[in-house]
């Protein structure tokens, strides 16, 4: 089973910067299409971006966050990125990442412990 470890959250003020990761534990990491989800207390959990398989020559972000985050990866390092720029407090929310299937969110459900992300002043 592939496990996904995210990190990079933290308490920051609105308008601030963070920039997550995500470490695969497969060496097959190029193939995967991946997402980034967010869960906000007592809501479900949301997709928020997504990048192809390969290069990750396409994208797709959730319309409250385009413009604001933007999602890469690094195959050589089975790594994931989200750089979220502009944050607001409604972004706070626990985000994960996973495999995903499609770019429209569908994931393959493996999901990590997340990590905290806390926008307030």
């Known amino acids: 089973q592939v496990q996904f470890v995210e990190s990079g959250g933290g308490l920051v003020q609105p308008g601030g910067s963070l920039r997550l990761s995500c470490a695969a534990s497969?060496?097959?990491?190029?193939?995967?299409?991946m997402g980034w989800y967010r869960q906000a207390p007592g809501q479900q959990r949301e997709y928020v971006a997504g990048?192809?398989?390969?290069?990750?020559?396409?994208?797709k972000y959730v319309d409250s966050v385009k413009g604001r985050f933007t999602i890469s990866r690094d195959n050589a390092k089975k790594t994931v990125y989200l750089q979220m720029n502009s944050l607001k407090p409604e972004d706070t929310a626990v985000y994960y990442c996973?495999?995903?299937?499609?770019?429209?969110?569908?994931?393959?459900?493996?999901w990590g412990q997340g990590t905290q992300v806390t926008v307030s002043s």
């Open positions: 996973t495999r995903i299937q499609n770019l429209w969110g569908d994931s393959y459900g493996s």
């Open positions: 497969t060496t097959i990491f190029s193939i995967y299409a």
């Open positions: 990048i192809s398989d390969g290069i990750g020559g396409s994208t």
